[in-house]
């Protein structure tokens, strides 16, 4: 691997991506960050912007973690706070010389990075503009897992917070799904073929040490026994833990309480039957159950 | 990797078919030295008569003669009425043994209401099987023909390839028996291979002792079952290769099969006689052992559970041309394999081309002058054997196609 390519993780929130790119940021050419969100802003003012709107402080929190434990190798308060400071000296930078920042300090690693896209083609063109020779994971979750869970979240959120409104949210999950999805498609079909590759993520879990080895072998990385027993410990991220008061996540909060890899078949589901989240029972719609057949699930 | 190179294709003409329409050469055999090719004709006409012919070629003397002709109905007054992909005409050419171990000539000729099984065993004389009883409504076990460890296993045609028929009855289904004439068939399988999104057996072919069963799934991808057919029927098989390879409803099914250098070589696409769905992809080529490792040839690389899949030929679907969505044919013969390659969207077939391989990795396109014959329009019959190839495919030709020449092309 040359030293501008990273492995970004492509998929909509709740798909595993948390485990698996902890889990596959642990392999000792790589290193796997929290959610940083530099993909879908061009500079770091944009980035600062990014938490100034209701509910998104967490947004930050991953990169300052990043930051504090690079030239800190903590992530203590007085760590994150000198953090936010240097960041905030730099804030006209781009998020290109950032990445590449990232990307020298932890070399001869390579960064994994799995900060959502927001479902939005100009991210994903954003990311292959900044390193254009990365890999794209593309990784897949039942619709119906992917639904349950993203409801589970979304609406004890909502309960507290008043919004959005439980139908909104229910009607907005397929839909997620599926643009989600088919953006990645759309990007990931322009790229050159072995540039991008795709992995449902109930796969990985039910046996992770082989696809984690397949994923060292594309990546052109070890695949020796060490390396590969390496990535089955995502615990061991200086990342997989509750951060300090100023930075307490930047990841999903269930895998920083619990980070180890819980390996085994997610119990099955089905693409038939009515939507458990849908008021008036409904089932997926035609173009949910194409697209989902097309990735694999039934 | 993929090299290129100009060959001559003979043309060998089919005077037969020099009228204005639609010709579809179906298939081809090799039968007591002479060449047999079934074609059926669409006049452009719509008040003329479709036919289905046999034709017979004396290789020595380079004559052609219709040994057998047929009225067929035409898909196009059908479809005014209902949706009917099936394409009348012949379905398979196969050299069976009839009557205990006489060598005969079967053909499967298909119509909406009488699929026929006609049979010579000198190639001059024919006879038609009576109409069985198989407990499926309107459908009779004259489809594909595969003769396998004394038994003839059969496709019924209405499972095959006629759309309506396969939703009504349901599922992929086999039969056989150990004489066509006594009309005693019998079921060879489980409906479906006990999976109701199976619904049809695109192709038969035995390799290493087992028969297998490539199966179309539009919901999940194509199937692979093999069987030893031991003891009675219905037979205990064994699932070689599933989820089209983990491409899923990207490979809906395989249109085409043969064996080479001890692998069997699986090409995917929906055959011409079958709708196409929305999603259409580059085709591939997949090759798979007896001890049921595959390997991807051509075509996306992937994760699999047998390891990572990256195409031995570093091709990616459709020979790098995602437009070229089926692998019509596979024909080998003692050193090489060729592979008919056809561009097929919803609306149109827009070109076709012949590749040929060695060693089943490193792929040759074939190009010649006669492909560019604006009158060619699709390919789909290949017939190796170890001094040549044949090819042939659809011709279409207008009332004002100056000296239309159809025929069938050779390289040597």
């Given at each position: 691997?040359n030293?501008?390519?990273?492995?970004?993780?492509?998929?909509p929130?709740?798909?595993?991506?948390?485990?698996?790119c902890?889990?596959?940021?642990?392999?000792?050419?790589?290193?796997?960050?929290?959610?940083i969100?530099?993909?879908?802003?061009?500079?770091?003012?944009?980035?600062?912007?990014?938490?100034?709107?209701?509910?998104?402080k967490?947004?930050?929190?991953?990169?300052?973690?990043?930051?504090?434990?690079?030239?800190?190798?903590?992530?203590?308060?007085?760590?994150?706070?000198?953090?936010?400071?240097?960041?905030?000296?730099?804030?006209?930078?781009?998020?290109?010389?950032?990445?590449?920042?990232?990307?020298?300090?932890?070399?001869?690693?390579?960064?994994?990075?799995?900060?959502?896209?927001?479902?939005?083609?100009?991210?994903?063109?954003?990311?292959?503009?900044?390193f254009?020779?990365?890999?794209?994971?593309?990784?897949t979750?039942?619709?119906?897992?992917?639904?349950?869970?993203?409801f589970?979240?979304?609406?004890?959120?909502?309960?507290?917070?008043?919004?959005?409104?439980?139908?909104?949210?229910?009607?907005?999950?397929?839909?997620?799904?599926v643009?989600?999805?088919?953006?990645?498609l759309?990007?990931?079909?322009?790229?050159?073929?072995?540039?991008?590759?795709?992995?449902?993520?109930?796969?990985?879990?039910e046996t992770?040490d082989?696809?984690?080895?397949?994923?060292?072998?594309?990546?052109n990385?070890?695949?020796?026994?060490?390396a590969?027993?390496a990535?089955?410990?995502?615990?061991?991220?200086?990342?997989?833990?509750?951060?300090?008061?100023?930075a307490p996540?930047?990841?999903?909060?269930?895998?920083?309480?619990?980070?180890?890899?819980?390996?085994?078949?997610?119990?099955?589901?089905?693409?038939t039957?009515?939507?458990?989240?849908s008021?008036?029972?409904?089932?997926?719609?035609?173009?949910?159950?194409?697209?989902?057949?097309?990735?694999?699930?039934? | 990797?993929t090299?290129?190179?100009?060959?001559h294709f003979?043309?060998?003409?089919?005077?037969?078919?020099?009228t204005?329409?639609?010709?579809?050469i179906?298939?081809?055999?090799?039968?007591?030295k002479?060449?047999y090719?079934?074609?059926?004709?669409?006049?452009?006409?719509?008040?003329?008569?479709?036919?289905?012919?046999l034709?017979r070629?004396?290789?020595?003397?380079?004559?052609?003669?219709?040994?057998?002709?047929?009225?067929?109905?035409?898909?196009?007054?059908?479809?005014?009425?209902?949706?009917?992909?099936?394409?009348?005409?012949w379905?398979?050419?196969?050299?069976?043994?009839?009557?205990?171990g006489?060598?005969?000539?079967?053909?499967?000729l298909?119509?909406?209401r009488?699929?026929?099984?006609?049979?010579?065993?000198?190639?001059?004389?024919?006879?038609?099987?009576?109409?069985?009883d198989v407990?499926?409504?309107?459908?009779?076990?004259?489809?594909?023909?595969h003769?396998?460890?004394?038994?003839?296993?059969?496709?019924?045609?209405?499972?095959?390839?006629?759309?309506?028929y396969?939703?009504?009855?349901?599922?992929?289904?086999?039969?056989v028996?150990?004489?066509?004439?006594t009309?005693?068939w019998?079921?060879?399988?489980?409906?479906?291979f006990?999976?109701?999104?199976?619904?049809?057996?695109?192709?038969?072919?035995?390799?290493?002792?087992?028969?297998?069963?490539?199966?179309?799934?539009?919901?999940?991808?194509?199937?692979l079952?093999?069987?030893?057919?031991?003891?009675?029927?219905?037979?205990?098989?064994?699932?070689?290769?599933?989820?089209?390879?983990r491409?899923?409803?990207?490979?809906?099914?395989?249109?085409?099969?043969?064996?080479?250098q001890?692998?069997?070589y699986?090409?995917?696409?929906?055959?011409?006689?079958?709708?196409?769905?929305?999603?259409?992809?580059?085709?591939?080529?997949?090759?798979?052992?007896?001890?049921n490792?595959w390997?991807l040839?051509?075509?996306?690389?992937?994760?699999?559970?047998?390891?990572?899949?990256?195409?031995?030929?570093?091709n990616?679907?459709?020979f790098?041309?995602?437009?070229?969505?089926l692998?019509?044919?596979?024909a080998?013969?003692?050193?090489?394999?060729?592979?008919?390659v056809?561009?097929?969207?919803?609306?149109?077939?827009?070109?076709?081309?012949?590749?040929?391989t060695?060693?089943?990795?490193?792929w040759?396109?074939?190009?010649?002058?006669a492909?560019l014959?604006?009158?060619a329009?699709?390919?789909?019959?290949?017939?190796?054997?170890p001094?040549?190839?044949?090819?042939?495919?659809?011709?279409?030709?207008?009332?004002?196609?100056?000296?239309?020449e159809?025929?069938?092309?050779?390289?040597?």
């Amino acid at each position: 691997m040359n030293t501008d390519q990273p492995l970004f993780i492509l998929c909509p929130g709740r798909s595993f991506s948390s485990v698996v790119c902890m889990a596959i940021g642990q392999h000792p050419q790589l290193y796997g960050l929290p959610e940083i969100y530099l993909g879908i802003v061009d500079t770091l003012n944009e980035w600062f912007a990014l938490a100034k709107k209701p509910g998104r402080k967490h947004m930050h929190q991953g990169l300052l973690r990043v930051i504090a434990q690079l030239h800190h190798s903590a992530q203590t308060e007085e760590a994150v706070l000198e953090a936010r400071a240097w960041l905030q000296q730099r804030c006209e930078w781009s998020t290109t010389k950032l990445y590449h920042y990232l990307a020298d300090r932890i070399a001869p690693r390579q960064l994994v990075d799995k900060s959502p896209t927001m479902g939005k083609q100009q991210n994903l063109e954003r990311l292959h503009a900044v390193f254009p020779n990365a890999y794209f994971l593309h990784l897949t979750r039942h619709p119906r897992s992917t639904g349950n869970s993203f409801f589970r979240v979304k609406s004890a959120k909502a309960a507290l917070k008043g919004y959005p409104d439980p139908d909104r949210l229910a009607a907005m999950i397929e839909k997620h799904w599926v643009q989600i999805h088919q953006q990645i498609l759309q990007f990931t079909d322009h790229l050159p073929e072995g540039q991008a590759m795709r992995l449902q993520g109930e796969d990985l879990l039910e046996t992770p040490d082989r696809y984690f080895r397949q994923i060292a072998e594309w990546l052109n990385l070890r695949t020796d026994s060490a390396a590969i027993g390496a990535m089955m410990h995502p615990e061991h991220s200086p990342y997989a833990h509750i951060g300090p008061s100023n930075a307490p996540h930047g990841n999903n909060r269930g895998f920083l309480e619990q980070p180890e890899l819980k390996v085994g078949r997610p119990s099955f589901v089905s693409l038939t039957g009515p939507m458990e989240w849908s008021r008036e029972g409904q089932d997926f719609a035609p173009a949910t159950l194409r697209l989902a057949r097309q990735l694999g699930y039934q | 990797m993929t090299f290129s190179s100009n060959i001559h294709f003979r043309a060998i003409p089919l005077g037969f078919l020099a009228t204005p329409g639609e010709h579809r050469i179906q298939n081809a055999v090799f039968f007591k030295k002479r060449l047999y090719v079934g074609v059926i004709s669409h006049p452009v006409d719509a008040t003329t008569t479709s036919i289905a012919r046999l034709l017979r070629y004396y290789p020595g003397a380079e004559r052609w003669e219709a040994v057998y002709e047929a009225v067929v109905e035409k898909s196009s007054v059908l479809s005014a009425t209902r949706p009917f992909p099936l394409e009348l005409g012949w379905r398979a050419l196969s050299i069976m043994p009839i009557d205990g171990g006489t060598e005969a000539l079967c053909a499967t000729l298909l119509s909406l209401r009488n699929a026929q099984l006609i049979y010579s065993t000198d190639g001059e004389h024919f006879e038609a099987l009576p109409a069985v009883d198989v407990k499926q409504p309107r459908a009779a076990p004259f489809g594909l023909l595969h003769p396998f460890q004394s038994w003839l296993f059969a496709t019924p045609v209405g499972a095959m390839s006629d759309g309506l028929y396969m939703r009504e009855n349901g599922h992929a289904s086999l039969y056989v028996t150990r004489n066509p004439r006594t009309g005693d068939w019998q079921p060879a399988n489980a409906p479906g291979f006990g999976n109701p999104g199976n619904e049809v057996v695109h192709g038969l072919i035995d390799f290493h002792g087992w028969l297998y069963a490539a199966v179309g799934n539009p919901f999940a991808g194509f199937q692979l079952w093999r069987t030893q057919a031991v003891g009675p029927p219905p037979f205990t098989w064994e699932l070689a290769l599933d989820t089209g390879a983990r491409r899923y409803t990207l490979n809906p099914s395989v249109a085409s099969m043969a064996i080479f250098q001890d692998a069997l070589y699986l090409g995917t696409g929906v055959p011409e006689t079958e709708l196409l769905s929305d999603e259409v992809a580059g085709a591939e080529i997949i090759r798979i052992f007896p001890d049921n490792r595959w390997e991807l040839v051509m075509g996306k690389p992937r994760f699999s559970p047998i390891g990572l899949q990256v195409p031995l030929s570093a091709n990616s679907p459709g020979f790098d041309d995602s437009q070229n969505t089926l692998v019509a044919a596979l024909a080998s013969s003692n050193d090489v394999l060729y592979a008919a390659v056809v561009q097929r969207s919803q609306r149109e077939i827009t070109g076709f081309q012949i590749r040929q391989t060695v060693d089943g990795e490193n792929w040759q396109q074939l190009h010649s002058p006669a492909f560019l014959n604006p009158c060619a329009y699709s390919l789909r019959v290949l017939l190796a054997m170890p001094n040549f190839l044949l090819a042939g495919g659809v011709w279409k030709f207008e009332a004002t196609t100056p000296d239309p020449e159809p025929s069938l092309w050779c390289f040597s």
